[in-house]
């Protein structure tokens, strides 16, 4: 497991890192908050303790694909899928938009 820090990190930079993570074979932590789009509701967390990105569809396939983030919960197997500016830490640390 990661240590907590309190250094943020650029949302696009964790993405990227959490490509490299992912290709070599390892895995990250990830917490984000849901959001449903049809009823404007949402803002629990959740919290990811093992996941690895999986690859993306297109935009034909899932509306607005290329504004989420599509990985798999290695504990479960559960394919799963959030809003990447949902994103609000990546191993520990908080996420900005820059």
């Known amino acids: 497991m990661v240590p907590q820090t309190s250094e943020p990190i650029d ?3 964790a993405i990227e890192e959490m490509k ?12 984000f908050r849901k ?10 967390l959740v919290k990811i303790p093992a996941a690895r990105l999986r ?3 297109s935009d034909e396939k899932i509306r607005h694909s290329s504004y989420k983030l599509f990985f798999t919960d ?3 197997g559960r394919a799963m899928n959030c809003w990447q500016p949902l994103v609000m830490r ?5 996420t900005v938009l820059n």
Do not use: C, H, Q
């Open 11 to 13: 949302l696009y930079k």
């Open 20 to 31: 490299r993570i992912s290709a070599d074979g390892e895995t990250f932590s990830l917490v």
């Open 35 to 44: 959001w449903n789009r049809d009823t404007k509701k949402g803002g629990d």
């Open 55 to 57: 690859p993306k569809t």
């Open 74 to 76: 290695t504990d479960t």
């Open 90 to 94: 990546f191993n520990g640390r908080e």
